[in-house]
C-alpha cells in the first residue's frame, strides 16, 4: 500500500508541481524559522550529503535560501523563500488529495476509525518501549 501510494504521489507531484518526493519531504520538513542542514538531515531519510545536494537543488529553483548563521560565522542555515511555502502549500494540498482517494476513500468510516485505533495503539506501545 504504502509504494502505490507512494507512487501516485511521486506521479502527482513531479506533473503539478516539477517536484520529487526528496524535496517535497524537504520542504514539508523545513521549521517556519531557519534551519543549519544537519539539522534538517534530522528531520529526514538522507544522507547529510544528499541532504546538501537537494538543498543545493532548491537554491536554485528560488524555493530555499541560504543565511548566514548567527552563532557561527562560518556556518549556514536555511530557510524557505516565499516562493517555497508558496509551493509547500500547494504540494501539501496535492498530497492530501492523493492520500485521500488511492488511500482513505476506499475506505469505510468504521474501517477508517478502525485503522486509527490500530495506528493509535501502535504509537502507544512505541512510547512505552513495549
Known amino acids: 500500500m504504502y509504494v502505490s501510494v507512494s507512487d501516485q504521489l511521486a506521479a502527482a507531484l513531479h506533473e503539478r508541481h516539477q517536484l520529487s518526493l526528496s524535496e517535497f519531504d524537504a520542504l514539508v520538513n523545513m521549521p517556519s524559522e531557519s534551519v543549519r542542514i544537519n539539522e534538517l538531515k534530522e528531520r529526514m531519510l538522507l544522507s547529510q550529503s544528499a541532504v546538501s545536494r537537494l538543498v543545493d537543488r532548491l537554491e536554485k529553483r528560488g524555493l530555499l535560501e541560504k543565511v ?10 536555511v530557510a524557505l523563500t516565499t516562493a ?3 509551493l509547500r502549500s500547494k504540494a501539501i494540498r496535492t498530497n492530501a488529495e492523493v492520500v485521500d482517494e488511492h488511500f482513505a476513500s476506499p475506505l469505510t468510516a ?9 495506528f493509535t495503539e501502535i504509537k502507544r506501545q512505541k512510547k512505552l518501549g513495549a
Open 68 to 77: 548566514p548563521c548567527e552563532d557561527d560565522l562560518r556556518g549556514v542555515e
Open 84 to 86: 517555497g511555502r508558496r
Open 110 to 118: 468504521d474501517q477508517l476509525a478502525a485503522l486509527g485505533e490500530a
